[in-house]
């Protein structure tokens, strides 16, 4: 059975940082892309950040362009969103993914990937 487990978020104040990160397990975590999403109250869920198997390539959502980083480390089956300069618009549960294709790109519709974490809080004040 696949876990992704999320951790990191928190308060933060407008222009601060966090970095967000999601151990994987049960399954072979390098040979699948990964990504991050996000919900803010009331609204639907949104892409953030993917990342390939490797780490080669990545993409990302034009409100995260240039403030946030998707990395991973695939010995330690770990994805991570480095957030700087936050927004209280960044103000959201972010939720890592697990993408369905085997050695595919990185992605940002949500029915690439079948495999979620429960998600953590990240607060930005202003």
């Known amino acids: 059975q696949v876990q992704l487990v999320e951790s990191g978020g928190g308060l933060v104040q407008a222009g601060g940082s966090l970095r967000l990160s999601c151990a994987a397990s049960?399954?072979?975590?390098?040979?699948?892309?990964m990504g991050w999403f996000r919900q803010a109250p009331g609204k639907e869920r949104e892409f953030a950040a993917s990342i390939n198997w490797s780490g080669a390539m990545t993409y990302y959502a034009d409100s995260a362009k240039g403030r946030f980083t998707i990395s991973r480390d695939n010995d330690k089956n770990t994805v991570y969103l480095q957030m700087n300069s936050l927004k209280p618009e960044d103000t959201a549960v972010y939720y890592c993914a697990g993408g369905r294709t085997m050695y595919g790109p990185p992605i940002g519709r949500s029915s690439e990937y079948n495999f979620w974490g429960q998600g953590t809080q990240v607060t930005v004040s202003s």
């Open positions: 049960g399954r072979t975590f390098s040979r699948y892309p």
